[in-house]
Every structure is written in structure tokens, then in C-alpha cells.
């Protein structure tokens, strides 16, 4: 009796729950470990963009991450987890769904240091625009562009979320149809 399975053979939809499950859960470490970091780099963005006056804005920060994170991270999931069991019919393993993910992940990340030195780069560059553009920006350039840096790297993650969507959903068609020939 031979024990190899051929798992595009068998429909597995349990399998994709749980990467449903680990996209949802790393969407929220996402916004955990990226406001660990800008909690930390600008306590003054929080206060000023969201109006926070009070003790803990760092672990407020971190806390809101994981909440936006979980929220994006269901919408994200939504579509990459259609496209798996669309493209694959029910048949991917967990490690080809959670493969792809970290790619996502990983393109999110870049994307998120990406925003975060662009938007350093135009603060330094012209400061004065920069202040006018944007919410109540400091006055000390320091902590103008530390306020800089929160502001463009969560512009960078939303928009390498919503990039990381396509690409995702492209990854997962073409590497099914190069395992599938």
C-alpha cells in the first residue's frame, strides 16, 4: 500500500480556515510590531492625530495596531483566502497558503519603510511644506521627523496591504498553475 498522497487529489477547505485563521493573526502582529515601534519613534503623532492625552500613548499605540491591524487583516483575508480556494479548488496545503502569506507580510513590512522614509525624506527636504500639509507636525525638527516617519510608514503598510492583495492573489494563481502542469 503506498502512503504518498497527492493532496491536489483530495478537496481540503479545513486547511484553508486555518490560513484564514494565520492571515487574520498576522495582520494583527502587523499593526502590533509596527506600533511598537512608532508608539515608541512618536509618541506626539498619536496624541495629535488621534487626540490621545494620557499616560501609556506607547502601549495605546501598540494596542490600536493590533486593533486596525485585525480589521484590514479580515478584508485582506477575505480575498486571499477566496482566491486560494478558488485558484487551488479546495486543494492547497497549509504551506503553499502560508507560504504565500509571508510573502504578503513581508511586502507589507517593506512597504511600511518605505512610507516611513519618504515621508522623512520630504520633511527633511522641505520642511515648511511638510508642516502645512499635514496635522498639527511639531515645530522641532526632530520630532518632526519622527512624527514624519509614523505618518508615511502607516500610509506605506495600508497601501502595501492593499497592493499585497493583488499581489498575493497573482502569486498564488501563477505558482498553482506552474505546480498543477
Known sequence: MNS????????NYLTILWVAITSVLASGFIGATTNLIN???SPTYFRNVMGWDFEGIWAASIAQGIFEGLLYGIVFTLVFVATI???????STFSFGFRHLLRVVGFVYL???IGGLIAMGLATLSPDFYKRTFINVPEDFRKM????????????????GLFGIGLGAFGVW???RSIEK
Do not use: L
Request: glycine share 20%; proline share 0%; with cysteine.
Open 145 to 160: 521627523i519622527g512624527y514624519a516617519w509614523v505618518g508615511g510608514s502607516i500610509w506605506g503598510a495600508m497601501f502595501g
Open 39 to 41: 508608539g515608541f519613534v
Open 4 to 11: 504518498t498522497f497527492d493532496y491536489r487529489k483530495e478537496t
Open 174 to 176: 501563477s505558482n498553482w
Open 85 to 91: 480556494g478558488f485558484v487551488t479548488k479546495g486543494q
Open 111 to 113: 512597504c511600511w519603510v
